[in-house]
């Protein structure tokens, strides 16, 4: 079993219960889609039972820990070409929580499930354009459906925190029913010579809130892209001589579609990773938050959901300074996972950093067939839509 099969399975590689006080406490951000934390962490005295690993095999040893001086948990990259580091907060409950809190709950609309975490990071010392790359994880306790929020230091200094100042950063996840704990990881990578080897990045506060979608109203405009009648531009990418390279699938009853490539020998390790990609598929604006839905369907049949590979739904700027993607792993045969005639929507919600005026939009959906835990890259997996829905603030 690879490391690199291991990383993509949870969710940690790049193109991949612990104890603590957890409190009620402010919400800094401004916004209209602003709501006070359900749980949050201020890191007054301590980690507060957040846990670091600085030593990934395969990685560049990193280092991590308290700043008394901030009041927050840093991490400082090992070298700028092959560093990974993270911290991960406690798992929490957020439908067992206690009666106080439980009334945040339902006041906060979470019985929709659409959850957002806001996290605070300051710069000490480090030339914003040479900051390492940045990534906010919200994930599910088995990993079984992972969001991640990511930040580069590309294009310009706008959305970055600029030398001793702070910045907030958004990461959302919509939970899939009988998923009821989660957990936020703050990630640092370095593998970019022209960023610095030893910045200091600083979380000094950490929160997860509920949102109710319906706040946000109808959509002031919506794109839908049908992929059983086209491609709509959408082409095959793949990384060979680092990963095993896909079959491409274009079928007209079921989309956009790749697997295990059939001349691939069952016996060779490496793990399969391509996917349909798409650069400007729209423009998107700072003002405005993205609900994007994404139809999947597999060729598993019903009674072997745990076999189905992991896929990942993408979204880039066109500047490649932000991004995110929606992970689904198959791990529990309960879960929602699509199969044959059954497909299944995801929605991914993605906010662009509201210091971006506009930027374009890529799209990518991936299969990384590691092989582990049952699963088979065999299996295809197709996206059948895309649905792109705006919500101006």
Not at 146 to 158: H, K, Q, R
Not at 302 to 314: I, L, N, W, Y
Request: proline share 7%.
């Amino acid at each position: 079993m690879s490391m690199q099969a291991v990383l993509f399975r949870t969710g940690l590689c790049l193109s991949i219960v612990c104890s603590g006080t957890i409190s009620q406490a402010r919400d800094t951000e401004a916004g209209k889609d602003l709501k006070h934390s359900t749980y949050s962490f201020t890191f007054n005295f301590d980690e507060q039972g957040w846990t670091k690993n600085v030593t990934v095999p395969g990685f560049d040893v990193c280092t991590g820990g308290y700043e008394a001086g901030r009041q927050g948990i840093y991490l400082t990259p090992g070298s700028n070409t092959n560093s990974f580091a993270f911290y991960e907060s406690p798992l929490f409950d957020l439908f067992s929580a206690p009666s106080k809190q439980q009334r945040v709950v339902e006041q906060k609309g979470l019985a929709d499930r659409l959850f957002r975490g806001i996290l605070s990071i300051h710069n000490p010392n480090t030339d914003p354009m040479k900051i390492p790359t940045l990534r906010f994880r919200a994930s599910t306790e088995d990993f079984q459906q992972t969001s991640a929020y990511i930040v580069n230091s590309t294009g310009d200094t706008a959305g970055l925190p600029m030398v001793n100042g702070s910045i907030l950063y958004r990461v959302w996840l919509f939970l899939p029913p009988g998923k009821d704990t989660i957990r936020l990881d703050y990630d640092i990578l370095n593998f970019d010579p022209s960023d610095s080897p030893n910045a200091k990045m600083v979380l000094t506060d950490a929160g997860i809130s509920g949102i109710n979608p319906v706040d946000y109203g109808p959509p002031d405009s919506t794109l839908d892209l049908d992929f059983t009648t086209s491609s709509h531009g959408f082409s095959q990418r793949s990384a060979p001589g680092s990963f095993g390279v896909p079959e491409f699938l274009h079928s007209g009853t079921k989309g956009l579609g790749l697997h295990r490539h059939p001349d691939k020998p069952e016996t060779d390790p490496a793990t399969d990773f391509g996917f349909w990609g798409k650069e400007d598929v729209t423009t998107i604006y700072g003002d405005s938050i993205y609900r994007i839905s994404w139809t999947i369907e597999s060729d598993a049949p019903s009674d072997q959901k745990t076999k189905v590979p992991v896929f990942r739904m993408r979204v880039n700027t066109g500047s490649l300074q932000y991004g995110g993607f929606l992970s689904v792993d198959s791990r529990d045969s309960e879960s929602i996972i699509p199969t044959a005639g059954n497909p299944v929507t995801y929605d991914q919600w993605y906010r662009p950093q509201e210091q971006i005026e506009e930027d374009s939009l890529i799209l990518s959906f991936d299969m990384i067939g590691t092989g582990l835990e049952g699963e088979d890259p065999n299996i295809p997996v197709y996206v059948r839509s895309i649905s792109i829905n705006r919500y101006i603030f």
